[in-house]
């Protein structure tokens, strides 16, 4: 499976949840960490964390193990470790 793939399926998934001013960052030549960052705003705590739900659960979908997820429990800030690519889900108070 490739990172396009997976990289097309996690913008997917926070479009699906109106996900708003997602930005995608190459940081293959920044760390060795991981490959890709994903950030991505939302309205609300509410919807960050459903934001971060949606790319868990499609990731999950197509056998993608999900490492964490980080946040969920204020939904101001939200990351998910999906391996080689990291995504952020913030309101744009913390953005």
């Known amino acids: 499976m490739t990172n396009d793939l997976v990289l097309s399926t996690i913008v997917d998934a926070l479009e699906d949840v109106k996900g708003q001013d997602i ?19 939302g309205t609300s705590n509410r919807q960050t964390r459903a934001l971060a739900n949606s ?4 990731l999950k979908d197509m056998g993608r193990r999900v490492q964490g997820i980080e946040g969920s429990e204020t939904g101001e800030w939200v990351l ?16």
């Open 80 to 95: 998910v470790d999906a391996g080689d690519i990291v995504v952020h889900c913030l309101q744009p108070a913390m953005r």
């Open 23 to 41: 930005r995608v960052y190459d940081t293959t030549k920044k760390t060795s960490a991981f490959s890709r960052v994903v950030i991505c705003s």
């Open 55 to 58: 790319v868990s659960r499609a």
